[in-house]
């Protein structure tokens, strides 16, 4: 199993970025894709997760109405658009994968990260 991140970088706040996961080594429609965060010094949190097969979604409260996660099945990816970034935005970005056997924000699989900073 491989997720590969991209997409991370500097916005200033009330910018935008988009962070995309490049799945594969599993049948993608067999599972939820998830983005996961940590910022220093604080716990993680799931952001936001998508199922493969019917597009079922979550996202935390404190992304709702920002953030849009989208899965390409015919690629194997998915992207999470995140508009009106926030300083508090600012951590590390994981794309998870989990079998939608255990529901949608599972963790079975982890990438490595990309760094997301928002400055004031």
């Known amino acids: 199993v491989q997720l590969v991140e991209s997409g991370g970088g500097l916005v200033q706040a009330g910018g935008s970025l988009r962070l995309s996961c490049a799945a594969s080594g599993f049948t993608f429609d067999d599972y939820a894709i998830g983005w996961f965060r940590q910022a220093p010094g604080q716990e993680r949190e799931g952001v936001s997760c998508?199922?493969?097969?019917?597009?079922?979604?979550y996202y935390a409260d404190s992304v709702k109405g920002r953030f849009t996660i989208s899965s390409d099945n015919a690629k194997n990816t998915v992207a999470l658009q995140m508009n009106s970034l926030k300083p508090e935005d600012t951590a590390v970005y994981y794309c998870?994968?989990?079998?939608?056997?255990?529901?949608?924000?599972?963790?079975?699989?982890w990438g490595q990260g990309t760094q997301v900073t928002v400055s004031s």
């Open positions: 998508i199922s493969s097969s019917d597009g079922s979604t």
């Open positions: 998870t994968a989990s079998s939608l056997e255990d529901g949608l924000c599972g963790d079975d699989y």
